[in-house]
Structure formats: structure tokens, C-alpha cells
């Protein structure tokens, strides 16, 4: 783990401040950043206003060469970053490597997009006039961004915003502000290479909640994209109303997997293992519930805990060839799974797992077994999202029912039914709640090309793939009369002088 060679691959000078970042790997420091002040924040924002006078005038498919040039640059530098994003986040090198490739994968689905940003044309009730509908830049857009996913999910909306016009004043989570600080850096070798851009165009603010608060309430940012918890969500939500801005909010998930009498559990089980114990339980869209027909309760339950035994020796340094499960983030996210499993313990029959591993060798950092509790049905408890690996595999008797249970939740991001029934699949598919509902694969690892986000207390916001774009910009619906005559009121109305 050599952050300062990886820094320096990735052109970074090492940064200078007394706010100490530490990696979960071994719980050690790797470097200190400065925090913003209130003046520094207010000199960003200012920045990249005066950048956004600039580039809305920019053609957007000339806008599309700078992040095909940043698309490059990402290619260029995937190894250093994944491996920066292993040491900053703890995930493990192969999925910072998937990480980067989003990034990647979000400037091409850009650059095409770039070319299309496409408005309507509306047909007329009134002679020789037409109506158009036009999308126009937006304006700066605030980023706030969570660590489990510490450089891609600035890159969708990057992408995007700069594409529509939009220049993007991020926020990342203060457990990861070196990898922004990474993407930063290649991101100006992309403007270096693509022959200069307003310096407000792109740019890193690093602090806590209050540095949060100013973005969220800064009525310059008509946009605050935010992605985090429910709590965090419940506070910028409003504040962002209350100043007429427009928030997009990515926040918890508690995603659930079907399994029914027909599934097939050579494909469903891999699927359910990687959404239970991959990223060690930290994405949003992590598989919380496994949701399974009674008949299958059992065989669930100890195939999916056989496979994590299995693994017990895959825990580990994430940059480590064959590791499989890295640490979790901190001793805060260690606390919060002990406590969710204690209260599980009410509930549940039998819990497997969650005990901490390879304290021993790091002390100040927090391996788990991943942990599943074997329920009689759904409680409480399981309606909490706890953001680590801890699986309730909870048995359902009709399909109807295991919908209702699916849907009784409050969070609504991912959700998954393993069947080879296409009655049950589609029925699944129109009463599952979620943004996201797949059949035959897991609750994670969405594409990118797809809208990508969740109903009631995941926040509603669409981001990456599809029509997301359209956040990013604002509409205007345009009419305009060609003729010579006195022109035609709408709706018919005389108004005769
Ligand atoms: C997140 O956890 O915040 O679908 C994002 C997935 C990833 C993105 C997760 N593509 O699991």
C-alpha cells in the first residue's frame, strides 16, 4: 500500500492540511487535507459560476471532446485509481477497478449524448405557429457524494453536467477526499489536453457537515445532487426546497431478492452471495433481505451461510490478490452492525456470522464475517437499513405475500426475483416498489446506461443512464409565429381593439 507512489502515477502532490484520512485497511494515516472555510466555499461557487457564463456557450458536442478527452484520461490512469480507491475505501481492487470502468462507461454514454440532448416539436392549435420544447444548461451543481462509492458516482453526474452545460462543485464524503482529489488532478490533464477551460469549471471542497450546509443552502447551485443516508437526505431535501433549488437524492436502500419455488439456484445463488457480501455489504444497493418461498427457507439459509464459511479466509487486505471481502469503513460502521445483529438476535432463529476477524493483526481496523440471520418472518428491525453485511433471509407462503413483505419496507432503490417463471417475474416486476427491479440477477451492480436510483425514502432521483440527463438542464417550451396577420390568441380568445 504505497498511497505516495500511487499519488504521484496519479499526478497528485501530496496534499497539505491538519484534517488526518486514514484507511480502513489498517486504520493507519495516509496523508491530512485542508478543510474549506466558508470564504474558500463562497470563492468555488463563485468560480464556478463565472465558468458556467462561459460554458453554456459552448457547443454541447464540443462540450462531449472534453469528456471523451477525460473518458481517456480515466482509461489512461484506471489501475492507479482503482488501486487509490482500494486504499481510501477499503473496496476491494477488483471492484475499484469496476469502479473506475463506470466512470469510464458514463463519459462515453455522455459523449453520445452530447450529440443528442434531444426537445420536442409540439403541434400548434394556431395557424403558422410552431412550438418547440428547448433543454438549456442548468446551471453550477453541487455534488455531494458518500464513501463506498468515492469516485463513480461524482462521475455520473459530472459527466452529464458538463455535458449539459453545467459546471460541478463537489463535495465528497470526508472519509475519502484523496480520490477526489485524484480525479480532480486527471481531470485537469483532460482540460490541459483538450486546450483549456475556466479553472471554476470543476472543482473539490472537503469538510463536514457544515461545509455540506453552505452547497446545500448556496442559491447559486440550482442543483445539489446528493447521495448518502435517509437522515442526510431529510436534511438537504428541504433545504434545497425551502430556496427553490432542485435536489436529487440517492439515499439508503434495503433491497430485497425473491426467491421462489422455480428459481434456478445455480444462478440465483452467486447473484445473492456477491449482493450480501460484496463491497462487504457498503453499496446502496447491497442485498439486505433474501426473501424466499418456505419450501426453500432452509436451503437458502445454509447454502448462502456454507458459501460464507467458504470465504472466511477471503477476508482481508482488499489489495491483496484473492481477498474477496475487505474491511468496513470504520469502527463507527463496525459498532452500528454489532448492535443491528444484537437486536436481530430477538428475532431471528439462528444469526451466523458477524464476528470481527484479523484484529490481531490490525487493531485499528474492522474485518467481519458477513452475517445472516435466519428469520421466522420480518420485524422491525429489519426495516432499518444497516449499512454493512448482515443478510435476514425471511420465508414467504404465496407470491402476493412476499410482495407484501418486499414492499413493506420504507427504503425502495433495488429488488430482484429469482424464478424461471415469467408470470412471477412480471408480476414481480409491476408490484415490486423499487426503482430497480431485476429478474434472474442480483440487487447490485446496476449499468450505467440505465436511470439509476430509488422511490419513497431513497429520495426519488434518477442519476447515470436513460433520461437522467433532463436533471441536469432546465426546459423551456417555446412558440413562435411566422405570419403576417394580427396572430391568433390561444384557447380561441377574441380580444378585439
Ligand atoms: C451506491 O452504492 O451508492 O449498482 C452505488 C451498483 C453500482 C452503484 C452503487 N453500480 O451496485
Known sequence: ??????????????????????????????????????????????????????????????????????????????????????????????????????????????????????????????????????????????????????????????????????????????????????????????????????????????????????????????LVSATGSVPMGRAVGPRVAARFGRSLLELGGNNAVVVTPSADLGVAMPSILFGSVGTAGQRCTSTRRVIVHESLHDQVFSTLTKAINGLKDRIGDPLEEGTLIGPLIDKQAFDAMQASIAATKKDATEVFGGERVLADKYPDAYYVVPAVAKMPKQTENVHAETFAPLTYVIPYATIEEAMQIH?????????????????????????SDCGIANVNIGTSGAEIGGAFGGEKETGGGRESGSDSWKAYMRRQTSTTYFGTERPALAQGIKFEV
Request: hydrophobic fraction near 40%; proline fraction near 7%.
Open 1 to 222: 500500500m504505497d498511497v505516495r507512489e500511487t499519488l504521484n502515477l496519479l499526478n497528485v502532490a501530496p496534499p497539505v492540511g491538519d484534517m488526518p484520512v486514514r484507511t480502513p485497511i489498517d486504520g493507519s494515516e495516509i496523508g491530512r487535507v485542508a478543510y474549506d472555510t466558508k470564504d474558500s466555499l463562497d470563492k468555488k461557487i463563485a468560480a464556478a459560476t463565472a465558468a458556467f457564463r462561459e460554458w453554456r456557450e459552448v457547443p454541447a458536442p464540443k462540450r462531449g471532446d472534453l469528456v471523451r478527452i477525460f473518458g481517456n484520461v480515466l482509461r489512461d490512469h484506471k489501475e492507479p485509481l482503482a488501486h487509490l480507491v482500494s486504499i481510501e475505501c477499503g473496496k476491494i481492487l477488483e471492484e475499484g477497478r469496476g469502479e473506475v470502468q463506470e466512470m469510464i462507461d458514463v463519459c462515453d454514454f455522455a459523449v453520445g449524448l452530447s450529440r443528442q440532448l434531444y426537445g420536442l416539436t409540439i403541434q400548434s392549435e394556431r395557424p403558422d405557429h410552431t412550438m418547440q420544447e428547448n433543454w438549456l444548461p442548468l446551471g453550477p451543481v453541487g455534488v455531494i457524494s458518500a464513501f463506498n462509492f468515492p469516485v463513480a458516482v461524482w462521475a455520473w453526474n459530472a459527466a452529464l453536467a458538463l455535458v449539459c452545460g453545467d459546471p460541478v462543485v463537489w463535495k465528497p464524503s470526508e472519509k475519502t477526499p484523496m480520490t477526489a482529489l485524484a480525479c480532480h488532478a486527471l481531470f485537469h490533464q483532460a482540460v490541459l489536453r483538450y486546450g483549456g477551460a475556466h479553472p471554476g469549471l470543476c472543482s473539490v471542497v472537503h469538510g463536514a457537515r457544515d461545509v455540506g450546509e453552505w452547497l446545500v443552502d448556496d442559491p447559486r447551485l440550482p
Open 407 to 431: 414492499n413493506a419496507v420504507p427504503q425502495g432503490l433495488s429488488s430482484a426475483i429469482m424464478t424461471t417463471d415469467v408470470r412471477e417475474a412480471e408480476y414481480f416486476k409491476r408490484h
